[in-house]
């Protein structure tokens, strides 16, 4: 209530003092001589005053609507609003920026990204286009126009946000003219606009959390799966081989025997995704590869180039697997005479790149698989390493695939489990 006062009685004193000093002019310039023009001029007085208080108390009135309370600051035809945004002072910038396109009436937009600051002109929107009070400006509401200027402070990960809504004409103007709150409903819609936009982003980053940890565990239950099972097949084939092997070369069932023993040694689950080392998945490969050749005989020949120092560096587990049994199946095993595998590795800067190759059907329709293997090893090495990994898989020359697999150049002792 003394908010109202004080503004009315401001008011009005600055409007009846003006008033007084050109009544005064006029009087000694054009009616010194009259002695009827007193009562004129005090007729005058009263009609603005009676405007003047109708005016102002319009305006606390919608004050109040808008900010649910009086008080000088939110009497002021000049705003200013601070605001922290929890994100980078660039992003910050755009959000503030496009809170700032979107406001009714907004117009001439000065956005400098490199400097973060912005400047708008907002056109003014008279609420009560039905007053008639010139005397406080308002009849030309229409073409009048506020302004905004906003600039992002980076504040470490954060953006410090300055708002100010203002009028476009100068600050001693405050003393005769209102803006029936205009100022104060751009900066709380701005408010409202940055608060909407940061929780839809928070929102946004959340589902993609959820979604990211759904996938993370859907491809973690693959691999678990993937862990507890031998392939029918592959387990049947090797056990019948030695059966076989025990009555005519018993050597050779024995050799066979303790590749399975570390072949499923390699292949027990191990906990969620922790990661293997490359050694151990060559080893893993390795006695793969020496089951099928006691079975393909001289139709498989393998080529393993794999530096020492770096079967020590971590690797994501049952993926060289994956290689090398598409390799075989979609390969060399639908080709008569068979051909070669190579398991490579190389270091590159700070990462590692492992190869595997064949000389084998290559990218022929009748030799392609589902590509479910392949898929799961993009899928796996994007959950764990994201940008940092890559997978490639090209044609061999002169013939078969060779498919890469790249990851970070971490060794056993500064594990990551990603």
């Excluded at 200027?149 to 470490?156: D, F, K, Q």
């Excluded at 954060?158 to 209102?178: K, N, Q, Y």
């Amino acid at each position: 209530m003394i908010s109202s006062l004080f503004f009315v009685t401001r008011l009005t004193t600055a409007w009846l003092a003006a008033y007084l000093l050109l009544a005064i002019t006029l009087h000694e310039t054009f009616f010194a001589h009259s002695a009827n023009t007193g009562g004129l001029f005090v007729l005058g007085a009263v009609v603005l005053y009676g405007v003047i208080v109708t005016g102002a108390f319009s305006h606390v009135r919608r004050v109040r609507l808008i900010a649910g309370d009086v008080n000088p600051a939110s009497l002021s035809r000049r705003q200013r609003r601070q605001i922290e945004i929890p994100l980078e002072a660039g992003e910050a910038f755009d959000l503030v920026d496009a809170a700032i396109r979107e406001l009714p009436g907004a117009h001439d937009i000065e956005a400098a990204r490199d400097s973060l600051q912005v400047r708008a002109r907002i056109k003014r929107f008279n609420p009560y286009p039905g007053d008639s009070a010139p005397w406080l400006g308002l009849s030309t509401l229409r073409t009048m126009r506020n302004q905004i200027l906003m600039t992002v402070t980076p504040n470490g990960e954060s953006g410090s946000v300055t708002l100010i809504c203002e009028p476009e004409r100068a600050a001693w103007t405050d003393w005769f003219f209102i803006d029936y709150g205009t100022n104060l409903e751009n900066a709380e819609a701005l408010g409202r606009a940055v608060a909407r936009r940061v929780a839809e982003r928070r929102r946004g980053e959340q589902a993609v959390a959820r979604q990211t940890a759904t996938e993370k565990e859907l491809t973690v239950a693959k691999l678990s799966l993937l862990h507890a099972q031998v392939e029918p097949h592959f387990l049947y084939n090797t056990l019948a081989s030695a059966q076989l092997l025990t009555r005519t070369d018993p050597a050779r069932a024995d050799e066979m025997l303790g590749n399975l023993i570390t072949y499923l040694r390699y292949s027990l689950p191990r906990t969620e995704d922790a990661l293997s080392t490359v050694g151990e998945e060559l080893e893993r490969a390795r006695a793969y590869l020496d089951i099928l050749k006691i079975r393909m005989g001289a139709r498989l020949h393998l080529q393993i180039d794999v530096p020492e120092p770096l079967r020590a560096v971590l690797f994501p587990t049952m993926m060289l697997q994956t290689l090398v049994e598409n390799a075989i199946k979609h390969g060399l095993e639908p080709q008569s005479g068979g051909g070669t595998v190579w398991i490579l590795a190389r270091s590159l800067d700070a990462a590692i790149a492992v190869t595997v190759a064949d000389d084998g059907r290559g990218f022929s329709a009748d030799g392609a698989g589902t590509g479910i293997g392949l898929r799961n090893v993009r899928e796996r090495l994007r959950l764990a390493y994201g940008a940092a990994a890559g997978f490639s898989i090209v044609a061999n020359f002169p013939a078969g695939v060779a498919a890469t697999i790249t990851v970070p150049n971490n060794t056993a002792s500064g594990a990551r489990h990603g």
